[in-house]
């Protein structure tokens, strides 16, 4: 048998003094002067998108004349297709537009879809407003689709990873940027909906409008300050070349037959070379697609379909770590869509008095969560960081997993209490002799239901945050983009298994006695439901806990790995690979 020969891997990018050159000039772009205009963009974005959902199905109800199931029906079908868009989104940027593109031409699309949907309730006429009306969100859903994946992975691209201050800024920067967003969001659910209610629809959408014609300026003015990266061509065409070269050697060991492995990285010229990963020992069959056999060695160039490079192999393996954390997540997204459904039916039945002529709305109490992470956020950066630093000695605290760990646990305990204060309500019903009189107000204060709103704003400081955080730094370069589309789909996904949790619970509830979740508050069993979600949030954790101790953390070639998912030393810096 042949002696084995391994091809020595030449790094184009690492030698060429241009791109050195290169890339000493354009240290005077990116950093916090670069992401402060894409934070701005995207604070713009979800005041946009809140001051619309948050009251949509009002004026679907009192506007448009639909029923309310026809109506819920409706907005979920738009929230559905905006969250499945950014997929498709996230593909056009990573393959073909780059991010920049990809955002300023969403964000014009936005732009345009609010000021038809401005239109829609003023000067067009009565009988067409309807279709008008769900034109324009279905145009708004395409911008979203564009906007979403792309401007966080931007905002987060114009951190060097390479430079030890911008890498360590850029752990920061995903704590500040959801602080941005949730502030967009709080401010249109206390102003815009009121402005809806209280002046007119088109003042609502016009305000929307405005808004995002200013982040639109704010990102050009901004232009000569990004660092931008070029599209590399579909990611998943790499991807399938894998398994497809794996499938083609599956008789091939390193042992026998093989000659070597191949360590090139063939790239489109002008592409910036991504980091160079070093071989891991998990999904080891996928390594046969780079070894080399007595074809590929006779060969004067590489067939991609036959033979992959090991840093092509380790990417796809960085994508089939991510899916299980990415399944496992589901059930915290099912957890906390209750806040918009049944934490909202709960205040309803509820003293909501605030002084002797004010009634606090039901649903305004979900501005808690935001003011919950608007406090929390900076007492994690400054406070419980520095603290767990000391413990830890990880730069970041605590690592990725562990800070969407203990987001997993504060959901748990947030159903707990929940269902604790659903079953006092219900007592507080049955005493007072309101248990057959729905509409009737408990007397028991809303502000009783403060811990799960609060619980729901902790939990979404570590989990979501840390979600954000990991489906950025563990996704291949080229594919950052869907892997913040891939983020966004745990949200949506995760309602769908709430919906399936409901059914599945009204179906064997019906079969012995009554349904847990009747038209009656009163007598329904809110409080079996929740504890049925913290149980299966508990048994959910477990199977994260299992699964995250066995996820191998992205590992770069230069970095001496101290101890899993923390310091390592870098060309004489301290840094952090997590």
Not at 26 to 52: C, D, H
Not at 116 to 123: M, R
Not at 134 to 163: M, R, S, W
Not at 386 to 409: D, H, S, V, Y
């Amino acid at each position: 048998m042949d002696a084995p020969v391994t091809p020595v891997a030449i790094d184009n990018d690492h030698q060429n003094p241009s791109k050195l050159l290169a890339s000493q000039k354009n240290t005077s772009k990116g950093g916090w002067n670069a992401a402060i205009f894409v934070i701005f963009v995207e604070m713009a974005e979800r005041f946009a998108f809140y001051g619309l959902a948050g009251n949509l199905i009002t004026y679907l109800t009192n506007n448009l004349g639909q029923p309310v199931a026809a109506a819920a029906k409706n907005v979920n079908t738009w929230v559905g297709v905006s969250a499945i868009f950014p997929l498709l989104g996230a593909f056009v940027a990573d393959s073909y537009l780059g991010r920049f593109k990809t955002i300023l031409a969403s964000s014009s699309i936005y732009f345009l879809g609010m000021v038809l949907l401005s239109l829609s309730v003023s000067v067009i006429p009565t009988h067409s407003r309807k279709p008008v009306f769900f034109t324009a969100l279905y145009i708004l859903a395409i911008g979203e689709g564009g906007h979403k994946p792309c401007v966080q992975t931007f905002a987060a691209d114009q951190f060097d990873e390479t430079n030890p201050e911008e890498k360590a800024a850029k752990s920061s920067f995903f704590n500040w940027w959801y602080l941005g967003i949730v502030t967009g969001a709080s401010v249109a659910i206390v102003v815009v909906i009121y402005l809806q209610d209280n002046v007119s629809w088109a003042a609502g959408f016009g305000v929307l409008a405005g808004s995002l014609a200013v982040a639109l300026a704010l990102f050009l003015i901004g232009m000569k300050k990004y660092r931008k990266q070029r599209p590399t061509g579909s990611p998943f065409t790499r991807v399938a070349q894998v398994f497809v070269a794996a499938a083609r050697k599956w008789r091939l060991t390193e042992s026998h037959g093989s000659r070597g492995i191949c360590c090139e990285d063939d790239r489109v010229r002008g592409q910036t070379m991504g980091p160079k990963l070093v071989r891991s020992n998990q999904f080891r069959f996928l390594d046969k697609a780079m070894m080399i056999d007595n074809d590929d060695a006779m060969r004067k160039s590489r067939n991609p379909w036959k033979l992959c490079s090991l840093n092509q192999v380790e990417e796809v393996k960085l994508l089939l770590r991510l899916i299980p954390i990415w399944v496992s997540c589901l059930m915290f997204c099912a957890v906390i869509t209750q806040l918009h459904t049944f934490f909202t039916k709960q205040g309803s039945t509820m003293s909501r008095s605030l002084g002797p002529n004010f009634q606090v709305p039901p649903a305004a109490l979900q501005s808690l969560v935001g003011l919950t992470i608007l406090i929390a956020v900076p007492v994690y950066d400054c406070v419980f960081v520095p603290i767990a630093r000391k413990l830890t000695k990880n730069p970041t605290g605590i690592t990725m997993l562990q800070r969407i760990g203990i987001g997993l646990f504060v959901s748990i305990l947030n159903m707990v209490v929940a269902g604790i204060v659903e079953t006092a309500r219900v007592n507080t019903a049955r005493k007072h002799g309101l248990i057959d009189t729905p509409k009737a107000v408990i007397p028991m204060s809303i502000w009783w239901l403060l811990p799960q709103y609060v619980l729901t704003g902790i939990g979404d400081v570590f989990t979501i945050i840390g979600l954000q955080e990991l489906f950025y730094d563990q996704m291949p370069e080229e594919m950052r983009s869907i892997g913040a589309a891939a983020y966004i789909s745990i949200v949506g996904i995760g309602s769908f298994v709430n919906t399936g949790i409901i059914s599945v619970v009204q179906m064997i509830s019906s079969k012995h006695g009554k349904e847990w979740l009747g038209d009656n508050l009163n007598r329904s069993n809110l409080n079996y439901f929740y504890w049925v979600l913290a149980g299966l949030s508990a048994i959910n954790l477990c199977v994260y806990m299992w699964i995250s101790s066995a996820f191998e953390y992205k590992k770069v070639e230069g970095y001496d790995e101290i101890s899993e998912g923390k310091e390592l030393e870098m060309e004489g810096y301290s840094d952090v690979r997590v």
